[in-house]
């Protein structure tokens, strides 16, 4: 299979996604990353209804991930005779937005999964002076992470960045004291120092 980052939003493919998608004989995905990729789409799209089967797929399928398949994404699924294509992550695209350098940057995920662990991660990143990259989860959010931040006594920017590439995509910061809200569940969330 080949897996294929379709981008964080709309016209966030890069022209190597768009080449694999257009050349395919059969494309898997959810109904976002379709719709995403859906003008270049010239074969059958199928949604992907058991992600843990993937491997059941024929070999020459192309399997669509939201933003970049090897953070939080789909790439996970790959096996080491399976291509993986990157595509533009939501990392990129809020680094970019908030001027953050890629290199001072703790790449955190709670999506999807127990947040626990993230918490554990963002404590420790925290304490040795990183700047956060977060994909949050329901039950960790901006509120969630300045509490921590104000627990360990740090003066912090924290930004949310929604919806991006999206008509309603929308960017802001605020403090430790006043976290941004977020208006949707689709977002992250950059930690700055």
């Known amino acids: 299979m080949i897996v294929v980052g379709v981008g964080v939003g709309p016209k966030m493919l890069t022209q190597e996604a768009i080449e694999v998608i257009s050349n395919a004989s ?6 976002r990353s379709i719709k995403i990729a859906e003008e270049f789409i010239k074969c059958e799209a199928h949604l992907i209804k058991d992600y843990k089967n993937l ?6 399928a192309v399997i669509l991930s939201t933003g970049d398949p090897m953070f939080s994404g789909l790439g996970k699924f790959a096996t080491e005779n399976d291509r993986v294509v990157t595509g533009v992550s939501s990392i990129q695209a809020a680094c970019a937005r908030f001027h953050v350098d890629m290199s001072s940057l703790a790449m955190i995920t709670a999506h999807g999964r127990d947040p626990a662990p993230a918490k554990e991660a963002l404590i420790r ?3 040795l002076g990183k700047n956060i990259f977060l994909l949050p989860a329901d039950s960790f959010g901006p509120n969630e992470v300045a509490a921590i ?6 003066d912090a920017r924290i930004c949310i960045y929604e919806n991006i590439g ?24 950059v930690v700055v120092r």
Do not use: F, W
């Not at 059969?26 to 109904?31: A, L």
């Not at 491997?55 to 020459?60: A, D, F, K, M, V």
């Not at 931040?149 to 740090?154: G, H, Q, S």
């Not at 999206?166 to 969330?189: K, W």
């Open 166 to 189: 999206y008509p309603d995509e929308r960017a802001v910061c605020g403090t430790v004291a006043d976290p941004p809200e977020n208006n949707s569940g689709m977002y992250c969330i």
């Open 125 to 127: 990143e925290i304490g």
């Open 149 to 154: 931040l104000k627990e360990m006594y740090v």
């Open 55 to 60: 491997h059941l797929l024929p070999e020459q």
């Open 26 to 31: 059969v494309i898997y995905g959810s109904k």
